[in-house]
């Protein structure tokens, strides 16, 4: 059975970063669960170290280069689904370049969220509790015997893992003593386990008395009595990044049991998230404002400019969202949170550069040849905007007729600078 051109674009936008119209037109005739396994299935490109990268130690400069990267990964990856995990994950086990320090461990961690983002989530968690750059954000290489350090114990429950009220102070102090001696290598900046820095005594952890090891603890929230706990919040974390926030409980009741009854599979949740009704209903059409990462690469998808032309780098900072910088360990916060008058001059800046350098390109250049109407109708297919209102394309055929009237000669990049403003645009 087809599957309406709308919802082909809607899962495209939340699985990846949107769809060209040759894109959707070959997947609409397809049932939905099968367009839904073809997503999810996709096999990612293998990844690599860019050799800029390596050529050079200034931080900055690999900063730009990973950058760039995964900007034209994002942009144009036939398994776009990774790049979109990645950046679920990189918002959610957070660590940040400012206390890191190194992008060559940002970039290592980067690249723990493609070989583990798929899950078991209890996998990916252990991965990222001994990630060099996650022990040095939340300073579990400071945490020795004698002078635990409570970070990364704290936010292992609360933003990691449980969510608030979950848990007690006294569970973080044992959780925080479980995790002494999980540290670096001073020298290599590697994950050592030094057993003399461990403290191997008893600890009271969710009620139960012990000799707590680190892992020990992961497993106990993932698999213990909190295990229902847990999976309720992953799943809920999931379905607001990729549907809308504050999911109905009978959707979260299913996703919980799929998760756990997959082995904590994400592969499993997010297929099954792409397979609910509610997915596709108008609550979570328009339930989401795009991230600005989410937008810049949406635009260089319209305008087919690489990363070296587009430089999102330069604009990132000024929209609220830094690539390889959370503002914190509780990541990015959606919607409303991106919606500022100076995070849209940003924006504006953005479509404004893009829309000279697209100029110099054949993107369109019959645009003119076309009608009116035709040609608004080109630029929203061309930026995978299905599903402009009415007074949206009223407001876009207005301006290219009064263009027409006048001179023709600025219509193409003065249209696509209104289609990356209209507001379907900002939505993801």
């Not at 969220?113 to 252990?126: I, M, T």
């Amino acid at each position: 059975m087809p599957t309406p051109s709308g919802d082909v674009a809607h899962l495209l936008r939340r699985a990846g970063f949107g769809g060209t119209a040759a894109e959707i037109a070959a997947l609409a005739p397809l049932d939905i669960r099968t367009i839904v396994d073809r997503v999810v299935e996709a096999p990612a490109p293998p990844v690599s170290r860019p050799a800029a990268f390596s050529a050079t130690d200034r931080e900055y400069e690999r900063w730009v280069i990973a950058t760039h990267w995964w900007f034209d990964r994002m942009a144009t990856s036939p398994a776009p689904l990774a790049e979109k995990l990645a950046l679920f994950w990189h918002g959610h086990l957070c660590s940040a370049i400012d206390k890191v320090e190194k992008m060559s461990r940002m970039w290592d961690q980067h690249v723990l969220f493609r070989q583990k983002g798929f899950g078991p989530v209890d996998e990916l968690v252990h991965a990222v509790a001994v990630d060099p750059a996650m022990l040095r954000y939340l300073d579990n290489d400071q945490n020795v015997v004698g002078s635990p350090n409570e970070n990364f114990a704290r936010e292992l429950m609360e933003l990691f893992t449980l969510g608030v009220n979950e848990y007690t102070q006294e569970d973080v102090v044992a959780a925080a003593r479980a995790w002494t001696g999980y540290g670096r290598d001073w020298q290599t900046g590697d994950f050592l386990y030094r057993p003399n820095r461990h403290d191997h005594g008893l600890k009271t952890f969710f009620g139960q008395t012990k000799a707590w090891t680190g892992p020990e603890i992961i497993d106990e929230i993932l698999h213990g009595k909190k295990k229902d706990t847990a999976a309720r919040f992953l799943v809920t974390k999931l379905w607001s990044f990729f549907a809308y926030p504050d999911p109905e409980r009978a959707v979260v009741d299913a996703l919980t049991r799929t998760f756990q009854t997959s082995g904590l599979s994400t592969k499993a949740v997010v297929k099954a998230i792409f397979l609910r009704p509610e997915f596709y209903s108008t609550k979570a059409k328009r339930g989401l404002v795009r991230s600005p990462i989410e937008y810049m690469v949406a635009a260089m998808k319209g305008t087919g400019l690489s990363a070296s032309v587009a430089h999102p780098e330069w604009f990132c900072r000024g929209m609220g969202q830094v690539p390889f910088s959370p503002p914190n360990v509780s990541g990015w916060r959606p919607n409303a949170y991106w919606i500022s008058a100076s995070a849209q001059w940003s924006k504006i800046g953005f479509a404004n550069y893009l829309r000279w350098k697209v100029n110099d390109t054949p993107l369109l250049q019959n645009l003119r040849e076309q009608s009116p109407e035709a040609s608004v109708q080109t630029v929203l297919r061309q930026f995978g905007v299905d599903n402009a209102g009415p007074q949206t394309k009223a407001a876009l055929l207005r301006y290219v007729q009064r263009e027409r009237a006048t001179d023709r000669w600025a219509e193409r990049p003065n249209l696509l600078f209104l289609v990356m403003m209209c507001p379907e645009m900002q939505l993801a």
